[in-house]
């Protein structure tokens, strides 16, 4: 499958805010938003032109897609089954992307970004209500119990995340046993628990039209 394989930071440049794909960089001065904050390529330091209508709203749905590292044709999937749930559209779809796996593993603080939940998973780290789950995008729902396998309690990459996060707040749709390396999933994630700034009417009218 094809996936971002240059410096991340492009991204975040392009899109002109902080996509906090390198973990704890991001919050310190050697962030590129902080150092460059201007689109990479050639002419990226001319004045950004204006966008309007179709512009903002591709940008947008570029700018939620890397944040969660979601290839095209699988974002829409996504759209498509939010659409036809009843609800909100926009909410519904933050909820899929949210549920996921590797971003669930994120949000218990045991990977400094989303692609290191991604992989932490595909190596086989953690599991599912007792069940190895090695699919970065499968989606978690309430009552489930996701913890690190037996074999990997002792990964220093883990551990390391576990302590370097530990006054970071977990969402409240997450409880997190930080000893033990687990966590229930209480309910689906409301909107307000996502921190980042998404304006998600923009995608759905892009998919709309």
């Keep these: 499958m ?22 704890e960089r991001c919050h310190t001065e050697k962030c590129a938003i902080e150092r460059r904050n201007f689109p990479p390529g050639q002419h990226g330091q001319a004045r950004r032109p204006r966008m309007l209508g179709y512009g903002v709203q591709l940008r947008e749905k570029q700018k939620v897609r890397r944040i969660y590292g979601i290839l095209e044709g699988q974002f829409r999937r996504y759209f498509e089954k939010a659409a036809v749930k009843k609800g909100i559209t926009g909410e519904l779809l933050l909820q899929y992307l949210e549920r996921r796996l590797d971003n669930v593993v994120h949000r218990m603080g045991l990977a400094a970004s989303r692609s290191q939940g991604r992989q932490a998973v595909r190596h086989g780290h953690f ?11 499968y989606l978690v729902k309430p009552g489930d119990v996701v913890e690190v396998r037996p074999g990997s309690r002792d990964n220093k990459t883990l551990l390391a995340n576990r302590d370097a996060s530990s006054r970071v707040a977990i ?14 999933i209480l309910s689906n994630p409301q909107r307000q628990d996502i921190g980042q700034p998404i304006q998600e009417q923009l995608i759905v009218e892009l998919y709309s039209k």
């Design 127 to 137: 599991q599912v209500n007792g069940r190895k789950v090695n699919i970065p995008s």
């Design 171 to 184: 969402p409240s749709w997450i409880e997190l046993d930080r000893e033990s390396l687990r966590a229930k």
């Design 2 to 23: 094809a996936r971002q394989t240059g410096p991340v930071c492009r991204l975040c440049r392009r899109e002109g805010t902080k996509l906090f794909l390198k973990g």
